[in-house]
């Protein structure tokens, strides 16, 4: 990696932290934990620059994952204390979701770059398309009643959200959503599953990452500490604004144009996985 100069970088920090707003509002607004933002834009400026393009959607990933820690306990307290955290949703589900998560955080080893931008370009399309639809779909009145069924949808929750560095409301929402969970709910209770979701998953990139070459300098495991420590303090203070809105806003048109955002994003994702 070459050095960059103060030219160079300023941007780029004025990037990051643009995005962390965005990430943070977002976070707090649809439960989404900021990471469906975050992931995609640290890797496009990664990608600007000489870091190796092998390393640069883990370090994504793992950064992400390691704001939303955070981020999502103040998503999460100020979604609690406005009565929208389903305790018994966290009791049924969390296990499957601290299980899933920690074993897609040390499978990101054996997944190359390629398949990170796969992974993360193929769902986050899916997100969009269900996002962007006028209708909820609805399967059941209720959870399902079969405990084995509860621990295999939180378990896929979990491993896939590790996988692509994001929180628990972008999997979540929608498919709680579908089991007939109120939507203020359901993003309540995915901020908190944010939090059971990325403190395994970091834990299992951070063991991922050691020894491996040419990570950049403050790096723990596939995590970039001085990323991070930027992205946090916008994350954090933002995310409470945003659960403040989600409670007085028509969430419709802010949907919709996040769907947009998220079906080119992920359009990008996969032409550079593909390309």
């Known amino acids: 990696m070459t050095d960059l100069t103060l030219l160079q970088i300023l941007p780029l920090v004025l990037g990051v932290a643009a995005t962390a707003i965005v990430a943070g509002l977002m976070a707090g607004l649809l439960g989404v934990g900021g990471g469906i933002v975050i992931v995609p834009v640290l890797f496009w400026i990664l990608s600007l620059t000489d870091f190796p393009p092998e390393l640069a959607m883990h370090m994504s990933v793992a950064t992400s994952l390691a704001t939303i820690v955070f981020t999502?306990?103040?998503s999460a307290r100020s979604h609690f204390k406005r009565g929208s955290v389903d305790t018994r949703l966290l009791r049924i589900w969390g296990p499957g979701i601290v299980a899933g998560a920690l074993t897609g955080g040390l499978a990101a080893k054996f997944i190359d770059a390629d398949g990170l931008k796969?992974?993360?370009?193929c769902i986050a399309l899916l997100v969009a398309l269900n996002m962007a639809s006028p209708k909820t779909l609805v399967l059941s009145d209720d959870l399902p009643k079969r405990g084995w069924v509860n621990a295999a949808i939180s378990y896929v929750i979990g491993g896939f959200s590790s996988l692509m560095g994001i929180g628990g409301g972008t999997l979540s929402v929608p498919i709680l959503s579908a089991f007939s969970?109120?939507?203020?709910?359901?993003?309540?209770?995915?901020?908190?599953?944010?939090?059971?979701?990325?403190?395994?998953?970091?834990?299992?990139?951070?063991?991922?990452?050691?020894g491996v070459p040419d990570r950049p300098p403050l790096s723990l495991g596939?995590?970039?500490?001085?990323?991070?420590?930027?992205?946090?303090?916008f994350t954090v203070s933002f995310a409470p604004v945003g659960a403040a809105l989600a409670h007085r806003l028509d969430g419709k048109w802010?949907?919709?144009?996040?769907?947009?955002?998220?079906?080119?994003t992920a359009l990008r994702m996969l032409s550079a996985a593909l390309g």
């Open 118 to 121: 796969l992974i993360f370009g």
């Open 72 to 74: 999502s306990v103040s």
């Open 181 to 210: 969970v109120e939507i203020r709910r359901a993003v309540g209770t995915a901020a908190a599953f944010g939090f059971l979701i990325a403190v395994p998953a970091a834990i299992g990139f951070v063991i991922s990452g050691l």
């Open 222 to 233: 596939y995590i970039s500490i001085p990323a991070a420590l930027l992205i946090l303090p």
């Open 254 to 264: 802010i949907k919709r144009a996040f769907a947009l955002f998220l079906g080119i």
